[in-house]
């Protein structure tokens, strides 16, 4: 199928400008770019949900025009959303065919709808009970109930945007055999994603958009991620990184955690955080450094052990609640902004200006200085009509750094961030880091938890290893390697608070 010479416009705003591009049956063609590159209104005129402006899509050579995304459906294509679609009040058998349920004699035959939704979920490698209402599944299992419900259709051409988005690594993992499947069987796959390590793994092909222009189209094998990355944001991958400062000769702590045990049945662990320093917690997936840090935050209870803030030569006892943690300094960034931090159809200011209000009580007035929040805005370069537009039209990347600038309006000490660039675009990304080593700049304190070892790398001063719970490894990033920080977090041998100061 082809695009060719598609422009779409929303008002006087250009989505897309005059974009070709084409893909062949039997392969996976990656569509990458920042956000707001036009990724998703190119695939959504294919998918029939807009229609374009001028130019023209062609499918078998012949000019398609969809009324709407079911005309798309008929005709052989099929999407996977990166807003999740699903009725929570319905069951993954119900969501996955829901608008083509199967028939018998002109009624619903719900025996054969859940035995097709079985196999789909089986092809998934997924075990979830098809009867299960999707309104209590997680977020990752609503995503592959998505997916499920794409590949029902059996359509020539399957979209897929942004879909590991919520998966963890076995997820993708199965994502990445379906997808051989439906290449292996003649189909074409447009894989829209921001993920170089998911673009060079899955894809035969990278078209790459910027500012709604085709900026290149070409064999994965004949790129590099650092070519990739120029070609997006205009600058090499090794400018991504603000460089490290120069280590203090004799650093302070800012944060103590000693005999620390995150939850039972896990080690203690101990260490340091310096002010001034970026620290990883790195390692495999479901190793301990999601345990770690909320418990460092407060979000769960330790077991045992203690934390404790350093402060202009005073040493605070930290409690174990989030508003105890928050009220002495620390601020914490959960990896799900979207359920667990910001709260969506608030505007921008009232999200940031909970910071604000950490150490008020209750009954006092909550005064908002939008004067302040404007000026934090500007700072961080949040990409906004104004401060009263509602956080959940956001990109991912703005809602991220509106959720940093919750706590940098705070004036808090430390900052404790779970997935810093989760679904962040690479050029969103350069200002989130910069963001990060800024604060860091100014006296605080940062730990991060991150399930990319590049970042680890570019970002942190020092990075810990954690297997099993147990820290394993002290590194210096700046040395440090993608192979040295996968043998300890494979091979290394626990031993509980090595890294201890």
């Known amino acids: 199928m082809t695009f060719r010479e598609v422009t779409k416009r929303f008002g006087s705003t250009a989505a897309l400008s005059a974009v070709s591009l084409s893909g062949a049956a039997g392969s996976v063609h990656a569509v990458t770019g ?60 119900e969501n996955i065919f829901l608008g083509r349920e199967p028939r018998r004699g002109g009624l619903l035959d719900r025996r054969a709808m859940r035995r097709a939704a079985r196999q789909a979920l089986d092809r998934l490698g997924m ?46 993992a199965k994502l990445e055999a379906l997808i051989g499947e439906l290449k292996a069987r003649g189909r074409l796959v447009f894989y829209i994603s921001h993920r170089l390590d998911e673009i060079f793994r899955f894809c035969d092909t990278v ?5 709604g222009e085709h900026v290149a189209t070409a064999p994965t094998a004949t790129l ?62 479901g190793q301990g450094q999601r345990d770690i840090v909320r418990a460092m935050a407060g979000l769960e209870a330790p077991s045992s052990g203690r934390v404790a803030l350093h402060r202009d030569g005073v040493v605070h006892q930290l409690g174990h609640s989030v508003v105890a943690t928050s009220r002495a300094g620390i601020g914490f960034v959960p990896e799900e902004r979207k359920t667990e931090g910001l709260y969506l ?21 909550a005064r908002v200085d939008q004067g302040r929040i404007a000026e934090l805005m500007a700072a961080m370069r949040v990409r906004a009509r104004d401060h009263r537009q509602a956080v959940g039209t956001l990109s991912g990347g703005n809602q991220q750094k509106v959720m940093i600038g919750r706590w940098l309006a705070a004036g808090i000490d430390v900052l404790l961030v779970e997935e810093p660039t989760r679904g962040v675009d690479v050029g969103a990304k350069s200002e989130i880091y910069a963001l990060l080593r800024d604060f860091a ?12 070892l590049t970042e680890h790398l570019g970002l942190c001063d020092r990075i810990l290893v954690v297997r099993g719970g147990a820290i394993v490894a002290e590194l210096e990033a700046a040395s440090a390697s993608e192979e040295s920080v996968m043998r300890h977090a494979i091979a290394g041998t626990a031993t509980a608070g090595s890294a201890a100061a």
């Open 34 to 93: 920042e956000n707001g590159a036009g990724k998703s209104t190119l695939m959504k005129l294919l998918a029939g949900v807009h229609r374009p402006d001028e130019g023209e899509i062609l499918l078998d050579g012949g000019r398609i025009a969809f009324a709407g995304p079911g005309d798309a459906l008929r005709a052989g294509i099929s999407t996977v959303f990166q807003e999740l679609t699903l009725l929570p009040n319905l069951s993954v058998a």
């Open 127 to 172: 075990t979830l009970d098809v009867d299960t209402l999707c309104g209590a599944l997680s977020v990752a299992e609503q995503q592959m109930v998505e997916i499920a419900k794409g590949i029902t259709a059996d359509a020539r051409v399957f979209i897929f945007d942004e879909p590991t988005a919520a998966l963890n690594a076995p997820e993708i």
């Open 207 to 211: 078209t790459v958009l910027k500012d």
């Open 224 to 285: 590099d991620h650092d070519r990739l990355v120029a070609l997006m944001v205009g600058r090499a991958l090794g400018q991504l990184y603000p460089p490290r400062p120069a280590a203090p000769a004799a650093p302070l702590p800012a944060l103590q955690v000693e005999g620390l045990v995150a939850r039972d049945g896990m080690p203690a662990v101990g260490f340091a955080l310096m002010r001034g320093e970026i620290l990883g917690l790195a390692g495999l997936e």
């Open 345 to 365: 159809t608030l505007s921008i200011a009232q999200n940031i200006a909970l910071g604000l209000l950490r150490n008020r009580r209750p009954w006092a007035r």
């Open 441 to 452: 700049a100014r006296g605080g304190a940062v730990l991060i938890t991150s399930s990319e």
